[in-house]
Nanobody, 115 residues
Framework: EVQLVESGGGMVQPGGSLRLSCAAS????????MRWYRQAPGTEREWVAT????????IYADSVKARFTISRDNAKNTLYLEMNRLKPEDTARYYC????????WGQGTQVSVSS
């Protein structure tokens, strides 16, 4: 069974940090690029970052560039998103996804940034 299980979200003050994880199973994780997305209430899901299969190449949305870092551990079948200098506008539910995408999404993990 293919699964994507996100974790690590929480409530943090502006300027704080969080590290999200995505445990992948049921497919050959190390052979696929992976992505993080987020969705705030009342908005469409937006792409945040992509990492290639080896982890050597990454790209970011302008809104998170220089604050977020996507990484992966292929030995652990796990994707990460290190988020620093968080802002209230980063508040959203965060999801990981394979590239190319599966037809389903995991449950996501909620990040709330507020003073």
């Amino acid at each position: 069974e293919v699964q994507l299980v996100e974790s690590g979200g929480g409530m943090v003050q502006p300027g704080g940090s969080l590290r999200l994880s995505c445990a992948a199973s049921g497919f050959t994780f190390k052979t696929y690029a992976m992505r993080w997305y987020r969705q705030a209430p009342g908005t469409e899901r937006e792409w945040v970052a992509t990492i290639n299969d080896s982890g050597r190449s990454t790209i970011y949305a302008d809104s998170v560039k220089a604050r977020f870092t996507i990484s992966r551990d292929n030995a652990k079948n796990t994707l990460y998103l290190e988020m620093n200098r968080l802002k209230p506008e980063d508040t959203a539910r965060y999801y990981c996804q394979r590239s190319p995408s599966f037809s389903f999404w995991g449950q996501g993990t909620q990040v709330s940034v507020s003073s």
